[in-house]
């Protein structure tokens, strides 16, 4: 069982940057793959990273590598999605994830995903 508490989101123009924050409510933060997906009005939700807590294995989306970073701080139990360059395709709510049992193949589709936030909205202004 883990509880997530997304935070971080907001309002910015395009090339700016936002953090976004996830606590990870757990004791045993090493078994989860950690990710983050957003969901834009009328679309589908859409990987954006993932992290393997143990080890720290990162994987990214396309349209986001380059531009954004996941990261963790074990003494705080927190996954950081550092974005940079924002673009205005990036508005959407953001969703920290977690599971424990992900294989690679699966990290992408949010239906293999069995823990969620609440989400975040980021807006990016043209």
């Known amino acids: 069982q883990v509880q997530l508490a997304e935070s971080g989101g907001g309002f910015v123009q395009t090339g700016g940057s936002l953090r976004l924050s996830c606590v990870a409510s757990?004791?045993?933060?090493?078994?989860?793959?950690m990710g983050w997906f957003r969901q834009a009005p009328g679309k589908e939700r859409e990987f954006v990273a993932a992290?393997?807590?143990?080890?720290?294995?990162?994987y990214y989306a396309d349209s986001v590598k380059g531009r954004f970073t996941i990261s963790k701080d074990n003494t705080k139990n927190t996954i950081y999605l550092q974005m940079n360059n924002l673009r205005p395709e990036d508005t959407a709510v953001y969703y920290c994830a977690a599971d424990g049992t992900l294989i690679q193949s699966s990290i992408s589709s949010h239906v293999h995903w069995d823990y969620w936030g609440q989400g975040t909205q980021v807006t990016v202004s043209s």
């Open positions: 757990t004791r045993t933060p090493g078994r989860f793959t």
């Open positions: 992290l393997r807590w143990n080890g720290g294995t990162t």
